[in-house]
């Protein structure tokens, strides 16, 4: 399994971002895809995760209302959209997969870094 992660930058509060995960050799459709950060200083924090059917999304409540999760129609891509960054989002965002049955993430890509800051 290999995961693949794009799309940190820098923005300025209130500005959006998409991160993407390319997600390759998964040995069925029974995978939660996450994505989770983590702040200089700060330990890692979940972030969101939907089924790989791109079912049931859920969320932190630090980014409710603010990040949609999804899986991109059609492609071997989950991907977060971001909008109204705050700096308190600034951070190195990892995606993460695992078995539905089970409850440690087993996978993991590359962080991508984001900065929001004036």
């Known amino acids: 399994v290999q995961l693949q992660a794009s799309g940190g930058g820098w923005v300025q509060p209130g500005g959006s971002l998409r991160l993407s995960c390319a997600v390759s050799?998964?040995?069925?459709?029974?995978?939660?895809l996450a994505w989770f950060r983590q702040a200089p200083g700060k330990e890692r924090e979940f972030v969101a995760n939907?089924?790989?059917?791109?079912?049931?999304?859920a969320y932190a409540a630090s980014v409710k209302g603010r990040f949609a999760i999804f899986r991109d129609n059609g492609e071997n891509t989950v991907s977060v959209q971001m909008n109204n960054l705050k700096p308190e989002d600034t951070a190195a965002y990892y995606c993460?997969?695992?078995?539905?049955?089970?409850?440690?993430?087993?996978?993991w890509g590359q962080g991508t870094q984001v900065t929001v800051s004036s």
């Open positions: 993460a997969a695992r078995y539905t049955g089970v409850s440690e993430y087993q996978y």
């Open positions: 050799g998964l040995p069925s459709n029974q995978y939660i």
């Open positions: 939907v089924f790989w059917s791109g079912r049931s999304p």
